[in-house]
Nanobody
Framework: EERLVESGGGSVQAGGSLTLSCEVG????????MAWFRQAPGMEREGLAD???????HYAASVKARFTISRDNGKHTLNLQMDNLKPEDSAMYYC?????????????????????WGPGTQVTVSP
């Protein structure tokens, strides 16, 4: 089992930007579907975005038009560009993977479909 490791979190003012990255081992990168989630204190873990093998993307309504998910095939990383951040975006952000047996990649961000999770990276957005 290859580990997932997120990075790029930090503190930013409202309206600012951050880019998160998730290191994914080569085997996992090629065999599993990947997605980004977040969880704020006292809240359910929320699916944000996932990505198809051809690069097509799918977003939750809460982040659509502000966040951009991408994959770097050379570095085997999953990225999340976050623009126009709002205080309500403050949360722990996680990348996760799931089996392709649950459906094609880029077709779902239900947390219970995902099996493997990174430790997370904290994002804090101040007003």
């Amino acid at each position: 089992e290859e580990r997932l490791v997120e990075s790029g979190g930090g503190s930013v003012q409202a309206g600012g930007s951050l880019t998160l990255s998730c290191e994914v081992g080569a085997y996992t990168y090629s065999k599993y579907c990947m997605a980004w989630f977040r969880q704020a204190p006292g809240m359910e873990r929320e699916g944000l975005a996932d990505i198809r093998d051809d690069g097509g993307t799918h977003y939750a309504a809460s982040v659509k038009a502000r966040f951009t998910i991408s994959r770097d095939n050379g570095k085997h990383t999953l990225n999340l560009q976050m623009d126009n951040l709002k205080p309500e975006d403050s949360a722990m952000y996680y990348c996760a993977t799931r089996s392709r047996g649950r459906g094609p990649c880029g077709t779902g961000i239900a947390r219970y479909d995902y099996d493997y999770w990174g430790p997370g990276t904290q994002v804090t957005v101040s007003p």
